[in-house]
């Protein structure tokens, strides 16, 4: 058994480092607030609505690989140490590949990966 001082040092040297820097930004930070600093900001342009040739479509694209791209990559690591895991690694793996599978069918149903224009209902009054 090891004794556990070291951590609790490498711990509270953390904490005393993460309380000297907020501190330190504290008295040495900017103290007024102007209109434009509370708006949103992107790569040093500010935010604007959508472009009119962009549809958000897009954006929900782009979403849905991030979250199978990640599952690809997971997948990989798993084929890559299968021997080592055994069945309980098989039997998380299905479980995992499940509750994607149902998030597929989820979004599928929703109609998110349908592409085709739908006409939208005009607004009365």
């Given at each position: 058994?090891?004794?556990?001082?070291?951590?609790?040092?490498?711990?509270?040297?953390?904490?005393?480092?993460?309380?000297?820097?907020?501190?330190?930004?504290?008295?040495?930070?900017?103290?007024?607030?102007?209109?434009?600093?509370?708006?949103?900001?992107?790569?040093?342009?500010?935010?604007?609505?959508?472009?009119?040739?962009?549809?958000?479509?897009?954006?929900?694209?782009?979403?849905?690989?991030?979250?199978?791209?990640?599952?690809?990559?997971?997948?990989?690591?798993?084929?890559?140490?299968?021997?080592?895991?055994?069945?309980?690694?098989?039997a998380?793996?299905?479980v995992?590949?499940?509750?994607?599978?149902?998030?597929?069918?989820?979004?599928?149903?929703?109609?998110?990966?349908?592409?085709?224009?739908?006409?939208?209902?005009?607004?009365?009054?």
């Amino acid at each position: 058994m090891q004794p556990a001082w070291p951590l609790l040092v490498f711990v509270g040297l953390i904490l005393a480092l993460v309380a000297l820097i907020m501190s330190l930004s504290y008295l040495l930070g900017q103290r007024q607030s102007h209109r434009a600093d509370l708006g949103p900001y992107e790569s040093g342009v500010a935010a604007a609505e959508l472009p009119a040739g962009i549809s958000v479509e897009f954006y929900r694209l782009a979403v849905f690989f991030v979250i199978f791209d990640v599952e690809a990559v997971f997948l990989f690591i798993w084929a890559v140490v299968v021997r080592e895991v055994g069945w309980s690694g098989y039997a998380e793996m299905l479980v995992f590949v499940g509750v994607l599978f149902a998030a597929l069918v989820y979004l599928w149903r929703l109609g998110s990966l349908d592409w085709r224009q739908t006409p939208r209902k005009r607004r009365q009054g």
